[in-house]
């Protein structure tokens, strides 16, 4: 399968630069992959859209201010963006600068915070942060990653609207965007309704935002990304699935925890890295529905909507969210999928 059959063309004032003031203010584009059905919804409406019995999954991961400004010592500006923290002093990062620096380099960060490049890793750099721990230096001086697309400086209400309200566990570099759209009144409306929520952690990487450079996608290597998935999970997936109910995961990312921990074939508790690629023709173990964002032309997340829905029918689905102006990406409208048959590894889906 080639990537450019996941490619379409969008405009570019279909981008979302801002939120909306109001979370739940977004549409929502329903897909019923079976047979390609759309219907025009708002988020909002989600509670009614789901039935009692069945299980919303959400990632409860928290963004880091993981972009900091600096220098190198022997001049030349820097932008830094955390990949991930690996110890109290040391970190993987990503660096735009005109020239890479060497190994122990000297880097001058905001604030006069310093790091060392102690190591190069597959065109990421170690650093270790001599003056402060990393967090600390997060917290002073860094900015909210928002995504390439987004093209524009961060800003204090970025703060609270990258984040989803219910993330609790920092360690993400990019939001897990679906969760963007809940806010506390449709989170109780949908307990209200006897909707149940359960949460896993997948700290969403920069490698999210990698394109696939090989037209073969099978050739394409995803980004190692950490999760947990615990017991607790896995007991309330067995109970909804015992009561006929359907697990709803609420973003391509606690998708990617599920089927995770369900690589032995069934859900079981899981704490690791992953580095899962779920394309067309995947059969997906634990996920009967997922509320996910738009994703960008040819990226692992709109194959990975693929996989679930159906090639076809994502593509048209989405030639229609731009016919009817939807908002798109990080900041943008919402879709509610149900699964193609195919795509579901016993050939059936929960209703």
């Given at each position: 399968?080639?990537?450019?059959d ?21 549409r929502l584009?329903?897909?019923d992959?079976?047979?390609g059905?759309?219907?025009?919804r708002r988020?909002?409406?989600?509670p009614?859209l789901?039935q ?13 201010p993981?972009r900091?400004y ?12 955390v990949?991930?923290v690996?110890?109290?002093d ?7 600068v005109?020239?890479s620096p060497?190994?122990?380099a ?17 065109g990421l750099?170690?650093?270790r ?24 400086p ?20 990019a ?7 809940f ?8 307990e209200a ?9 997948l ?7 990698q394109p696939?450079?090989t037209e ?16 607790s999970?896995?007991?309330a997936?067995?109970?909804t ?6 697990v ?14 369900s ?12 580095n ?19 994703h960008?032309?040819e ?11 159906g090639?076809?029918q ?11 102006r ?10 509610l999928i ?9 050939g059936?889906?929960?209703?």
């Amino acid at each position: 399968m080639k990537r450019s059959d996941f490619h379409y063309e969008l405009p570019d004032e279909l981008i979302a630069r801002y939120p909306l003031a109001e979370r739940t203010a977004s549409r929502l584009l329903c897909l019923d992959g079976a047979d390609g059905a759309v219907d025009h919804r708002r988020f909002e409406e989600l509670p009614d859209l789901l039935q009692p019995q069945d299980l919303l999954v959400f990632n409860d991961t928290r963004v880091i201010p993981a972009r900091v400004y600096g220098k190198k010592a022997s001049g030349g500006q820097l932008e830094m963006l955390v990949e991930r923290v690996l110890a109290t002093d040391a970190a993987l990062v990503h660096l735009k600068v005109s020239r890479s620096p060497a190994v122990g380099a000297r880097l001058i960060l905001e604030g006069g915070h310093e790091a060392v490049v102690e190591a190069r890793e597959e065109g990421l750099f170690r650093l270790r942060f001599t003056d402060s721990p990393v967090m600390a230096v997060l917290e002073a001086v860094g900015h909210m990653p928002l995504p390439p697309y987004i093209d524009r400086p961060d800003e204090v209400t970025d703060e609270e609207r990258y984040q989803t309200v219910f993330g609790e566990k920092p360690g993400a570099v990019a939001a897990p965007t679906a969760g963007l759209h809940f806010d506390e009144s449709v989170m109780a409306r949908l307990e209200a309704r006897g909707i149940r929520r359960t949460f896993v952690t997948l700290h969403v990487g920069a490698g999210t935002f990698q394109p696939v450079r090989t037209e073969d996608i099978r050739e394409h290597h995803m980004h190692q990304e950490w999760l947990s998935v615990e017991q607790s999970v896995v007991d309330a997936v067995a109970e909804t699935r015992a009561r006929g109910g359907r697990v709803v995961a609420v973003g391509t990312t606690a998708v990617r925890a599920l089927e995770s921990a369900s690589a032995s074939g069934r859900l079981a508790p899981f704490a690791g890295e992953t580095n899962i690629f779920i394309y067309p023709g995947y059969r997906f173990r634990s996920t009967d529905a997922m509320v996910t964002n738009f994703h960008l032309p040819e990226s692992t997340l709109i194959m990975l909507v693929s996989a679930f829905a159906g090639r076809e029918q994502t593509l048209a689905a989405y030639r229609a969210a731009i016919s009817e102006r939807y908002r798109f990406f990080s900041y943008g409208d919402a879709m509610l999928i149900f699964p193609h048959p195919d795509a579901i590894e016993d050939g059936s889906t929960h209703s």
